[in-house]
């Protein structure tokens, strides 16, 4: 049927006009309270803080943000605590596989959502009680950079790459670094890895003097935001011109793609791991919605071609 004028503009009328219906538990707020597990410092999270903060003031959530400052004792604390206040829901980086099970079950077995963002157990759900988990899928990231390396930049059988790593143990450089070593490994290319830490200078140091203790290393590999940030410096202190990838977005890390300094980073969009927890705490508490797994690494890659459309929204959306 076609619609004159006069009759869509009378549709629109009686659109505008209806009540829309609404439940009482639209307006009721929501409370949940977001655990990253690093410090304010760290300005990764910067991202992460502003989807949260963005969804809180879209859904009407009471949104508390703490710093777990790398200690797993104090997260856990945070966790109990925000358990004891009665809080709807916790959005929580699960950055240890053993840490924080005992904590986020009993927030589970309280009746509070939890969601996983930015760093899972590695065994996914089945070695955490948390009901879903926003975030990259860091093993097969690392899988994807290694191979698009091997390719670009003709790694073969008996080669030597370095990948430092900022905590061996967290849970993002064991799936990430274990994503590069399987890729190398079915080459026959070895991967030496040293702790790099989360300062920038001292991270800067010691690959440094990794790279002019080992003049057969092919290719640099960072593994989370500090190695990716101070790598090309810390190749340009050394002396050596070997190709060099990486994870996260930083200005220094958009810099050294956009001159060639670095092949490409891989972005997990921060921003959705802050945005979606808190968007999905709400739906749940209200309406009793089922919260979901979300891969922010879709389309993570980021090289010299694509790193320019995203430099200007660094620190806020990306």
């Known amino acids: 049927m076609k619609l004159t004028k006069t009759t869509a503009a009378l549709l629109a009328g009686c ?44 859904f009407n959530v009471d949104l508390d943000v703490q710093y777990a400052n790398n200690d797993p004792v104090r997260q856990n604390d945070l966790i ?5 206040t009665g809080v709807n829901g916790i959005a929580v980086a699960i950055s240890s596989s053993d840490a924080f099970d005992d904590s986020i079950c009993n ?73 590069i070593e399987r890729a190398m490994g079915e080459a026959g290319i070895t991967v030496e890895t040293v702790r790099a830490g989360l300062d920038p200078a001292e991270a800067q140091n010691i690959m440094a003097q990794a790279l002019i203790a080992n003049p057969n290393i092919k290719a640099v590999f960072g593994t989370g935001s500090v190695t990716s940030t101070v790598g090309a410096g810390a190749i340009r202190d050394a002396g050596v011109e070997v190709p060099f990838g990486g994870f996260d977005l ?12 670095m092949f490409a980073t891989m972005d997990q969009q921060p921003y959705l791991q802050g945005y979606y927890p ?41």
């Open 278 to 318: 808190i968007a999905m705490i709400a739906m749940a508490a209200r309406y009793g919605l089922t919260p979901t797994d979300v891969d922010t690494g879709q389309g993570a890659f980021l090289d010299q071609d694509r790193i320019g459309a995203v430099k200007p929204l660094i620190g806020s959306y990306r």
């Open 250 to 261: 930083a200005v220094e890390i958009a810099d050294a793609v956009e001159s060639g300094a």
């Open 107 to 179: 927030a589970v077995d309280a009746g509070i959502i939890v969601i996983g963002f930015n760093n899972d157990d590695l065994e996914g759900a089945d070695g955490n009680c948390r009901q879903a988990y926003v975030g990259m899928d860091e093993e097969a990231s690392g899988y994807e950079l290694g191979k698009r390396m091997i390719e670009a930049f003709d790694l073969k059988e008996g080669d030597v790459v370095f990948n430092p790593r900022e905590i061996p143990e967290a849970s993002f450089a064991v799936a990430r670094g274990g994503g």
């Open 80 to 84: 109990d605590s925000a358990v004891a």
């Open 15 to 58: 659109a505008l006009a209806a009540p829309v219906a609404t439940l009482a538990q639209d307006q009721e707020p929501v409370s949940a309270t977001m655990i990253i597990y690093l410090d304010p410092s760290v300005q990764f999270f910067n991202p992460v803080v502003k989807g949260a903060q963005d969804a809180a003031a879209a």
